[in-house]
């Protein structure tokens, strides 16, 4: 028999970067969404609601460019995932133990735009959560949060086992996580920032 879970924050990140204020969203336990609501009224609380408090988004698709020289070690994979990377592109000889590899040729706009996005041979250790932290600590007003939407929209467009990452919206297998430690006013990403999944899908 299936169940489901519902979940809440302050805010929930949606498909164009804007905040969508306390969402509620059911999640299967296959890690994909079968209802999201916002209440800009205010939240209700409903029997078997998780209550987190921060920001929800889905997990993250990180990108890359081929390299057969490069070795994710399970140290690599598992800072990757803490840091909320959902699907990350490697190599491996074994389809079996890991989702194929996600190397693409990159969209020119996205990456002359945020040219630390491509994951290459010197920051494929670094999540993707993080180099976008580094850049907006050295770009005053960097907008993390449009820069997360434009890469899940990017990545949809790219593979069509990707289509259902990236965004928190009913019918996508994304999984759930929820950003703690920012500043609700302001959104911005504090040093002892933390990731926390809620929900984890499949990806075999």
């Known amino acids: 028999m299936a169940h489901s879970r519902l979940f809440t924050a302050h805010y929930l990140l949606q498909k164009d970067g ?3 204020p306390w969402p509620v969203v059911e999640m299967s336990d296959d ?5 999201v609501e916002l ?6 609380e409903r029997p078997g609601m ?3 408090g921060g920001l929800l988004m889905a997990g993250l698709v990180d990108v890359g460019f081929m390299d057969p020289s490069l070795v994710y070690s399970q140290r690599v994979l598992n800072r990757h995932f803490a840091l909320g990377t959902l699907y990350l592109g490697h190599i491996s000889t074994d389809p079996l133990l890991y989702p194929p590899p996600f ?8 990456v002359d735009a ?14 993707l959560l993080e180099r976008i932290r580094t850049y907006c600590r050295s770009v005053p007003g960097g907008n993390w949060l449009e820069i997360i939407a434009q890469v899940a929209e990017w990545t ?10 990236g965004f928190v919206e009913p019918g996508n297998q994304c999984g759930l996580m929820v950003i703690k430690n920012l500043d609700l006013n302001t959104m911005i990403m504090s040093e002892d920032l933390q990731v926390k999944w809620l929900s984890v899908p499949s990806l075999k």
């Open 156 to 165: 949809a467009h790219q593979r069509a086992d990707l289509k259902d990452k």
């Open 114 to 127: 945020w040219p630390f996005l491509p994951r290459d041979k010197d920051n494929y250790q670094t999540p």
């Open 103 to 110: 190397f693409v040729k990159p969209l020119e706009y996205v």
């Open 50 to 52: 998780q209550l987190h």
């Open 31 to 35: 890690g994909r969404v079968l209802s």
């Open 18 to 20: 804007t905040l969508g």
């Open 39 to 44: 209440h800009p009224e205010g939240l209700k």
